[in-house]
């Protein structure tokens, strides 16, 4: 289950916001996938703000929602260089139009900042894009959690490939075994020529058979 930390300000239309944002992960929630971790639920939990920053290490990835509130918020800044001394994944929002340059300085926000256009949610949601613009931000959002199911799907593609591959080679190796019989009428090379094609298809499939092992610390 992966874990993401949610940090908005107090302010009640960044709150607002959140919590619209929310209900597009709220599926994955249901399924076990992923844990939806924000501020004021651990405050609510634990009666201690001081415990925030400990939850903030442990989750997998952490979306600031920025806006001028959040650049003038002690907690919400602190949080944040928690995050970032922590080498966290941080996915930032831009929630509604501030200055952030200054956190970009160090953190290099711009590479993560959603929306891609660099508009700010609200701003979308003038122009009347509310359900687009959470949409698009929650799939970026879901494809950097689970890069690593992405992975897993290359890696059963091209297990299938491998056996397609594998009795493609067989199937040439068995014909040229039959060629061979009808003209030499010798089954010492017919079974060379067959053994041969059986090693490349082994070869084909060894690391779906055998894959290598590895230890992750």
């Given amino acids: ?56 290490k442990d989750a997998d990835i952490t979306i600031p929602l920025l806006s001028v509130d959040y650049l003038t918020s002690e907690e919400c800044i602190k949080l944040f260089e928690t995050a970032s001394s922590a080498n966290k994944t941080i996915i930032p929002v831009l929630l509604r139009d501030c200055d952030w340059t200054e956190l970009d300085k160090q953190n290099k926000l711009h590479e993560n900042l959603l929306p891609d256009d660099k508009q700010s949610v609200a701003q979308h949601i003038e122009d009347g894009e509310e359900d687009e613009v959470f949409s698009s931000i929650a799939q970026k959002v879901k494809r950097i959690v689970f890069k690593e199911l992405e992975t897993v799907n290359i890696k059963s593609s091209s297990k299938t490939f491998y056996y397609i591959l594998a009795g493609i080679v067989l199937l040439v190796g068995g014909l040229l075994t039959g060629i061979s019989q009808s003209q030499w009428h010798d089954w010492k090379i017919s079974a060379i020529i067959f053994l041969m094609f059986v090693a490349i298809a082994l070869l084909a499939v060894k690391n779906v058979l055998f894959p290598t092992k590895f230890k992750t610390s």
């Fill in 1 to 56: 289950m992966k874990k993401i930390f949610f940090t908005y300000s107090d302010n009640a239309k960044d709150i607002e916001l959140y919590k619209e944002f929310n209900k597009h992960f709220i599926t994955y929630a249901r399924k076990g996938m992923l844990m939806i971790v924000d501020k004021d639920e651990l405050f609510r939990v634990n009666n201690d703000k001081e415990k925030i920053a400990e939850f903030l």
